[in-house]
């Protein structure tokens, strides 16, 4: 009868011990597939951080382009108030001159 508890009790612990074994190999498994999910997302990540980035720089660019074209308006205005001038001058120098 011993012997027989003994045997039962010696199955048990084989039995626990392999739904142990189960789980860690489960376990790791998870852990291998998470991993390797994180290493795609930070991967992912790191692209995503670079386009930001670049797209950074592009609207640096763009915003100097537009900066660059507001002084160039501006200029062009105040050429073209002076050419403005200059004929309102030269009008009135003409119906002076044509009594």
Not at 29 to 51: D, F, M, P, Y
Not at 59 to 71: H, K, M, N
């Amino acid at each position: 009868m011993l012997l027989s508890g003994i045997e039962v009790k010696i199955s048990r612990l084989e039995s626990i011990v392999e739904q142990i074994g189960e789980a860690v190999l489960t376990t790791t498994e998870t852990i291998e597939h998470l991993a390797e999910r994180l290493e795609n997302l930070s991967v992912q990540i790191e692209a995503q951080g670079k386009q930001v980035q670049q797209q950074g720089y592009q609207i640096f660019a763009l915003c100097d382009a537009v900066q660059t074209l507001a002084q160039s308006q501006d200029n062009s205005f105040q050429r073209l108030t002076q050419v403005t001038q200059t004929l309102d001058r030269l009008t009135l120098l003409i119906d002076k001159s044509n009594p």
